[in-house]
């Protein structure tokens, strides 16, 4: 939990924040001139996204044969006896028995058909958000840098866990912060359409995003605390993945 909490004093964690603070898709959500492409590209983006991360946190939890084409019908594999940080399963609380990423890798896919309700709320369906191939959208180099080093993460053993969960602690509550920013600016009542304010079925990835993990400091000092890796080896990783998040509204907000 120390390690957690110098994480988040760090400079570059504060930078973070105010880069995302002041982001100019946030504003132009808030003013209500938020593009339809760009609010599609927030989806176009997302489906990649979350296929990407629930297969690196399914390899991190311990399920190396999790590779779908995609999240749509998706059963999440049971978590191992013994999972790779040590848990043994079970328990009431997000936070007790459960690893974090067996149940992140639970969350993308819970996630996943709210985010077709989102896309079809701007005129996408999934075929629409499959298909980059025909030049119709070329995803953004900026926006999947984010999922494409969760993957380098999956792979880098029990560092790559504790970094990992490290990262989370960081990362997540900007990210949910910019999903309660976002929810608030397009459900109420700027003119996106969403008659159910930010109740809207249409809505409901963001607001699910929105809202905080209960537990998630403590899973992931749990997994800190038993790969044994020093402060020194975490920080890096934890910088490189909070930039990556700025990049990936940087690249929505040029769609």
Known sequence: MEIIKRLREEPFNKRTEERLES???????????????????????????????ATSFAFLAGHRDFAPRSL????????????????????????????????????????APLLLDYARSVGLDEDALRSDSDGSYVPSAKSQAYPSYWARLALSGGRGRAAGAAACAANFPAWGGMCRRLLGALGGGGGYGYDGGV????????????TPIEGLDRMAARIIEEEGVPYEELVGSVRLLQEYEVLFWDGIVEK
Not at 199 to 210: N, P, R, S
């Open 72 to 111: 749509t019908g998706v059963t999440v594999p049971e978590q191992p006896t013994k999972s790779p940080a040590g848990g043994s399963g079970g328990g009431d609380s997000a936070s007790e028995g459960v690893d974090l990423f067996q149940f992140l890798l639970g969350g993308e896919v819970h996630a």
């Open 199 to 210: 109740d809207d079925a249409g809505l409901a990835f963001v607001k699910f995003f929105a």
């Open 23 to 53: 982001h100019p898709y946030l504003r132009a959500a808030e003013d209500g001139t938020l593009t339809l492409s760009q609010r599609r590209a927030f989806a176009r983006e997302q489906y990649s996204i979350q296929l990407s991360d």
